[in-house]
């Protein structure tokens, strides 16, 4: 499915949101994207959505500060955070898009696994189990 499917998709079910009519339709079409991309694929954890929002050549870099490339990696890393944040979340709280690019700030929020700490330990403030840590982070 083309992200332009994805766009109507989404649009003919509702969901889009009124403030953003005024934007450009690549506007609109990249805050849809977006959105998709926090609260389905990461909020939900929901990997089929990877080859519909991602090209093969993906290249992420995690705010773990592991670096990815290509959808396989990039769902080894979803099962990663899944596995040592089981109820991750991201909530947008600021996003802006001009043209074919985007910039998000996001404040996200998870619960440390009982036993990922050992593979947080090199990522600073993340290694308590049970825990509740929150990051606010930047994205282009």
Known sequence: MSPDIVCQVVRSSGQRDMANQSKTPAENRNRILIEWFYHELWDRFDKALIPVL?????RF????????????EFAEYIDFVRRAFPDFSNEIEEMISEGDKAFVALHIVARIAPRSSESLRPVSGFNMPGRQCSRSAMIR
Do not use: I, W, Y
């Open 54 to 58: 991602l090209t093969e050549d993906v």
């Open 61 to 72: 870099r995690g705010s773990l500060g592991q670096n990815k490339s290509g959808r396989a």
